[in-house]
Structures are given as C-alpha cells and as structure tokens.
C-alpha cells in the first residue's frame, strides 16, 4: 500500500511560482513512476508532467512545457513540481500519482494506481 501526501498549494499572482511536494510512503519509491495531474472546476482531470522511477526521464503537457519542472528525490520519498510563469489558467487542483508496477514514465491517468488527496493552485491577481 502506497500513501501520497501533497503539499505547496495556495494562491499566486500571475506570473508567481510555487513548488508542489509529494511525499510518498510504503512501497519502494525509487522503482516507480511518478506524475502529476490537475484538475481544474469542471473539467477532466489532465495531465501535467511525469518522472521515471531513476529520475533520468521526464515527459510533460504542452501547456506547462519551459515553465514546469518535475524532479524527485529517491532518498526522502519526495516529488517535486516547480511551477514558474504560472498563469490564471493554471488555476486546478493538483494531484501527484503513482505507478507502482512500472518505472517508465506515464501520461494517461489510468497507469497510476495510487493517487494523492490533491492541492489547489489559484493565479488570480
């Protein structure tokens, strides 16, 4: 059993940053994938950017590409989402995932098998 614990969240101007964490318990962390969605009010759940369990790979959504940056850290059970150049539209709640059985990296919300309780991101002036 997988525990994910997401913090970092709350309200930034445009063009603001903020950093996600994600901190993980049970399992052995280094050998999944990890990713992070958002959901905004209304809409599907999308995806935003994942990491492979080494850390060496990442992949991400268009919309959030040059302005988000995932990373992890194996030795505390952490992934991070550094947020830059945030805009109004990035305004969700964000989510952080886990695909246990797999340590590539993965976009589609049905690879994860543990979720987070999610965090909301408001850019609003």
């Known amino acids: 059993q997988v525990q994910l614990v997401e913090s970092g969240g709350g309200l930034v101007q445009p063009g603001g940053s903020l950093r996600l964490s994600c901190a993980a318990s049970?399992?052995?962390?280094?050998?999944?994938?990890m990713g992070w969605f958002r959901q905004a009010t209304g809409k599907e759940r999308e995806f935003v950017a994942t990491?492979?369990?080494?850390?060496?790979?990442?992949s991400y959504a268009g919309s959030v590409q040059g302005r988000f940056t995932i990373a992890r850290d194996n030795a505390k059970s952490t992934v991070y989402l550094q947020m830059n150049s945030l805009k109004p539209e990035d305004t969700a709640v964000y989510y952080c995932a886990a695909d246990t059985d797999n340590s590539n990296v993965q976009i589609t919300t049905t690879d994860y098998d543990y979720w987070g309780q999610g965090t909301q991101v408001t850019v609003s002036s």
């Open positions: 990491i492979s369990g080494s850390g060496m790979t990442t």
């Open positions: 049970g399992g052995t962390f280094s050998t999944y994938a």
